[in-house]
């Protein structure tokens, strides 16, 4: 049933939720650097869905799996558009 999942939300406008369900989706299809792509473009644009990657098993795994770190990656993004907007 994933794959029909994934075929529905690919056809779809990807947003922060889009792309994170994409990302659980293709973890549970062992599409690893799929999952990681579609993870960092939900935490780009939602920050907040590293914290909620925690809590899902898939995300989970693949965060330590293989060692991911988009919360450090989010901070410095948002560092820098701040100092640009001071500056």
Known sequence: YDRPAIEILSALQPNEDILYLLAILYARENRPSDAIKALKASCERDP?????????????????DYN???????????????SSCLF
């Open 48 to 64: 907040g869905k590293w914290y909620r990657g925690q809590l899902d098993p898939e995300i989970s795994k693949l965060i330590n």
């Open 68 to 82: 991911l770190n988009f919360e450090q990656e989010n901070l410095c993004i948002r560092m820098y558009a701040l």
